[in-house]
């Protein structure tokens, strides 16, 4: 029904930057929430960036600052603009969405992940 597609990741050096684009595609009424995790080798997946139909964003407590989260409505896609990049961000970057679909005027919600794009950044 929906794939959320992400693209943009890679090998960069401390310092770097990157950005990440996540492409949400199919049968679609309306996308919600659009946001960003990451998990690292031996570790929970954790929220990085976030930001609703309002455009209202959040931020993990370890980016602030330093990672920009934006999305362009019209095409369903959402951007991770990442800066000043460390070793400690390395870890698989996971797109995920809330997304409203309509079937036979029935409504309904449902959560969409992606399947991730692998960050490195290396010391």
């Known amino acids: 029904q929906v794939q959320l597609v992400e693209s943009g990741g890679g090998l960069v050096q401390a310092g770097g930057s990157l950005r990440l684009s996540c492409v949400a595609s199919?049968?679609?009424?309306?996308?919600?929430?659009m946001g960003w995790y990451r998990q690292a080798p031996g570790k929970q997946r954790e929220l990085v960036a976030s930001?609703?139909?309002?455009?209202?964003?959040n931020y993990g407590d370890s980016v602030k600052g330093r990672f920009t989260i934006s999305k362009d409505n019209a095409k369903n896609t959402v951007y991770l603009q990442m800066t000043n990049l460390k070793p400690e961000d390395t870890a698989v970057y996971y797109c995920?969405?809330?997304?409203?679909?309509?079937?036979?005027?029935?409504?309904?919600?449902?959560?969409?992940w992606g399947q991730g794009t692998q960050v490195t950044v290396s010391s």
């Open positions: 930001a609703d139909s309002g455009d209202t964003t």
């Open positions: 995920k969405s809330d997304i409203t679909h309509d079937s036979g005027g029935y409504r309904y919600t449902a959560r969409y």
């Open positions: 199919g049968s679609i009424l309306r996308v919600n929430t």
